[in-house]
């Protein structure tokens, strides 16, 4: 494999560790994650694959390369600096990309968006952030922009990319700013998550430690270019291999995935455990040519056994799954050549420092016992800290550790268990009681084919564990039945009280179950 970061090359292994072993690596201390993705590739090779409806967009690394930096050149010829904010609201489409890579190339903080927020949503974080511009597609143009904030249109940045002159990769720090994801606050309100240069060089343990990636491999991601999981699982993770990106901007459906793989000849895939559901529902494998596929990676939130073991009979490849998060992206994970572990996201990835903290004292408790899951602060992923919110960011640091608020056991092999949010923990005759471990044990009845669990209140001093459960095609949900299959796998206190049959689970855009809006199921 060619060197996968320029000039630091050099300093990452070249053959696959083995989970047992350690990479020995030293994080420069002048870092641009832009260089690190682009920089010193063959100028031929393809890097990306964008394809539309009809027709198949291609891109080579040289062109990307020169596309970024021509970009980071109009964004300083604009008028924007080193650290200044630009806030990325645009089509799905390769501007997107090469907006977001040529402001960290130019050591402008790129902010990410998604299309789908509404103008006050968005207007909030170009506010939050302080951002001194704004990129906006055709049909985004409904932000109130405060004044003192450059507006770009998308076309410039296209514009850019063709004609405008090169400029270079700036010379920045690892530490400095590079880009900024929002997500949910603990006060209601997004908060900013703030990513260093050296976030790209943070996720080397996800290479073999998820991936098993080389630069012989072409990676499809599901999602849009705004998604960061889309940005780092599916741009910049394969480009600092030296793999083709593969992407999808035309109508979406179950069936298109299999499509892709075959016209790709793809070897690995991404997406979230729900799409994976959609395409062995809807998506006609039998009728695809899929033997490029090595595997399938899943990530955003558990994967239930049945899809895997579904996958294993429908594919014959193994999906791995992978934890992770907005302040570090995914640093427990499941990984080729071996058989993936139902249940478990898998083991802390080589390199990381991962421990389970007691909640009260943050001294990292033996395997077997469950705790706060916490990776140590020295990892060169993890995040510079929460955007202009101290207060939330002193409740997640403990000691030496981070802790976001997951609970976790880690068993004597080192495989994780995940045991949901610390606010999610249901209250059960006083005992607390994981949803995740609850939805686990009800996923394998033969009628049920989506499951998610919480808390509900049934009175002003009363509340109950109770099960929203979807039925699969054709099947009828025997409520007394579903309980007796609870009863036959959990203690008492952890089984549902109450079964309510749904179409379907409220999720948000990235497949995650929405447990607030459960409740409102049952009315």
């Not at 849009?224 to 083709?244: I, R």
């Not at 494998?285 to 579904?310: C, F, K, N």
């Amino acid at each position: 494999m060619k060197d996968i970061a320029g000039r630091w090359g050099s300093l990452y292994p070249r053959s696959a560790p083995h989970r047992e072993k350690t990479p020995t690596v030293t994080l420069p201390e002048r870092f641009n994650m832009a260089r690190y993705c682009l920089d010193g590739h063959a100028a031929g090779k393809t890097g990306l694959i964008l394809a539309g409806a009809h027709d198949d967009e291609v891109w080579r690394f040289g062109a990307l390369k020169d596309a970024v930096l021509r970009v980071a050149n109009g964004l300083l010829a604009a008028g924007l600096r080193p650290g200044d904010r630009l806030m990325i609201r645009m089509d799905n489409d390769v501007a997107y990309a090469l907006a977001y890579f040529g402001a960290i190339a130019a050591g402008i903080v790129a902010l990410p968006s998604s299309s789908q927020l509404t103008a006050a949503e968005a207007e909030f974080l170009l506010a939050d952030c302080g951002a001194r511009a704004v990129a906006v597609g055709a049909g985004m143009a409904d932000l109130k922009v405060p004044d003192g904030v450059t507006v770009i249109p998308a076309q410039a940045v296209a514009d850019w990319a063709r004609n405008g002159a090169l400029g270079d990769f700036a010379d920045t720090a690892a530490d400095d700013p590079a880009f900024l994801v929002y997500t949910s606050g603990t006060t209601g309100r997004p908060k900013g998550v703030l990513h260093g240069q050296r976030s790209a060089f943070g996720r080397r343990p996800m290479y073999q430690g998820w991936y098993g990636i080389s630069g012989d491999d072409r990676v499809l991601h599901a999602g849009a270019f705004n998604w960061t999981y889309t940005l780092g699982v599916g741009l910049t993770d394969p480009w600092a291999n030296g793999a083709t990106a593969c992407l999808y901007n035309g109508p979406r459906d179950a069936a298109v995935w299999p499509r892709l793989i075959e016209r790709f000849k793809a070897t690995l895939f991404a997406t979230v455990p729900g799409l994976y559901r959609q395409i062995l529902k809807y998506g006609e494998i039998g009728g695809h040519d899929l033997a490029s596929l090595r595997h399938g990676l899943t990530a955003g939130e558990s994967l239930p056994a049945v899809i895997l073991e579904q996958w294993r009979e429908t594919v014959g490849t193994e999906l791995y799954e992978a934890l992770g998060m907005s302040e570090i992206s995914t640093y427990v994970s499941q990984c080729p050549p071996g058989p993936a572990r139902p249940h478990s996201p898998g083991r802390p990835q080589p390199g990381r420092r991962v421990a389970i903290l007691d909640p009260e004292t943050w001294v990292p408790l033996p395997a077997g016992e469950i705790g706060l899951l916490a990776v140590h602060r020295s990892d060169p992923g993890l995040m510079l800290g929460y955007w202009q919110r101290p207060l939330e960011e002193a409740e997640v640091l403990r000691g030496d550790w981070f802790a976001g608020g997951d609970l976790a056991h880690l068993d004597e092999d080192g495989y994780l268990w995940f045991h949901g949010r610390n606010n999610d923990l249901m209250n059960a005759g006083g005992y607390r009681v994981s949803p995740l471990e609850v939805e686990a044990a009800l996923a394998s009845h033969p009628a049920i084919a989506d499951v998610a669990v919480a808390e509900r209140q049934v009175s002003e001093t009363i509340s109950i564990i109770c099960a929203y459960v979807v039925p699969r095609d054709g099947a009828a949900i025997d409520k007394a039945a579903v309980l007796a299959h609870a009863g036959g796998r959990l203690a008492a206190y952890k089984q549902p009280k109450e079964v309510i049959v749904v179409e379907t689970l409220p999720r948000t855009a990235n497949g995650k179950v929405m447990r607030r809006a459960l409740a409102g199921l049952a009315s």
